[in-house]
């Protein structure tokens, strides 16, 4: 099989890469990413030199470069990771999020639909539901939940989930969708809670929790998260949303409090700060109709996972020291530069 994965260089689709081609060592996968503020080269460094592997630069709301791609490489399975992600970078600029996320999207499958293509695949969020009730434990998102959206992140991944949904019913393009609940694990930008934490804690620095840490989230491995898209690809059925939930549910400052734990770092670190507009209250995934249909569920208790998570950051200090100071954005043309 032969696999386009957009936004191949960041978090859990730097982490896909990996899975992929330590699984299916006889897969091709091309990776197509812009190398905005969060893609990391180095994240690939590890890959770079197989000969299954191949890197693209390039933005898929350019049309005649991903359109040019297509026409050379003939993929069979497009994986779309590539999105603006950052709630309060959308806040700031909304105006990137609904570019990249939907129009670069629609570029993706009218290039699919030109050339032909076993799956397109998006992978989305649990944030396009909105959010649920702190004093209400028992409800959860399933793929029925209606779309209901916070902030211009979440509204743009739910129109892109929209356009997608058309282009399988006016098109017959072959398509699937995954909404995932917050992942964490290696290679997590040094900007999202966990990794923030991590890092603040180890150079004791203040770690700022938004309003009083009440909100609540479902934590997801990304290997868990990865191991779903690659049975909802290969064996999910076309035309059909798959939640991927974790079963790990914790508040921030739960989160926060495990991490100082782990890392021996004292609770006074925290630092209490003015919450974010319309912040969502709680995530809850309801992954049912993915167990029943393919058998998936997670294997990494939060326990266990934020232990190899702190893990990964202590021996790999150097690749988030690099994001922090700027130099990872030097990696490419480092590895490019004489090629």
């Excluded at 999020?97 to 969020?125: E, P, W």
């Excluded at 290969?234 to 549910?249: F, L, V």
Aim: proline fraction near 5%; glycine fraction near 8%.
């Amino acid at each position: 099989m032969k696999l386009l994965v957009t936004g191949g260089a960041g978090f859990i689709g730097g982490n896909f890469m990996h899975y992929i081609l330590n699984k299916y060592p006889k897969d091709k996968v091309i990776c197509l990413d812009a190398l905005t503020y969060a893609g990391n080269m180095e994240t690939l460094a590890d890959v770079m030199d197989n000969p299954n592997f191949t890197f693209v630069k390039g933005d898929i709301s350019d049309r005649d470069t991903v359109f040019q791609l297509f026409e050379k490489e003939k993929p069979d399975v497009v994986v779309n990771f590539a999105a603006e992600s950052h709630v309060d970078r959308s806040i700031e600029d909304p105006g990137l999020f609904l570019h990249t996320n939907i129009l670069g999207t629609g570029v993706l499958m009218d290039a699919c639909r030109k050339y032909g293509i076993q799956r397109y695949h998006q992978v989305s969020t649990d944030e396009v539901y909105g959010d649920l009730p702190l004093d209400r434990p028992d409800l959860f998102f399933t793929e029925e939940t209606p779309l209901h959206t916070s902030s211009p992140y979440s509204a743009s991944k739910a129109s892109a989930d929209l356009l997608v949904l058309a282009y399988h019913r006016t098109f017959h393009l072959p398509i699937s969708i995954s909404h995932c609940s917050n992942n964490y694990g290696p290679y997590h930008f040094p900007e999202k809670l966990i990794p923030l934490m991590i890092a603040n804690a180890l150079n004791d620095k203040p770690l700022p929790v938004y309003g009083k840490g009440e909100n609540i989230r479902d934590w997801l491995y990304v290997e868990d998260h990865c191991s779903a898209i690659d049975l909802i690809v290969r064996k999910g059925r076309e035309g059909e949303i798959y939640n991927i939930g974790g079963h790990n549910e914790r508040t921030n400052l739960q989160v926060v409090k495990a991490i100082l734990k782990e890392l021996g770092k004292p609770e006074s670190l925290i630092r209490f700060v003015t919450d974010r507009p319309g912040h969502d209250r709680r995530y809850a995934i309801d992954p049912t109709k993915i167990h029943n249909e393919l058998g998936w569920e997670p294997t990494t208790r939060f326990e266990d996972g934020i232990k190899l998570t702190v893990k990964w950051y202590l021996e790999n200090r150097t690749w988030w020291e690099h994001i922090i100071n700027g130099e990872y954005q030097n990696y490419y043309e480092r590895m490019y530069g004489h090629r």
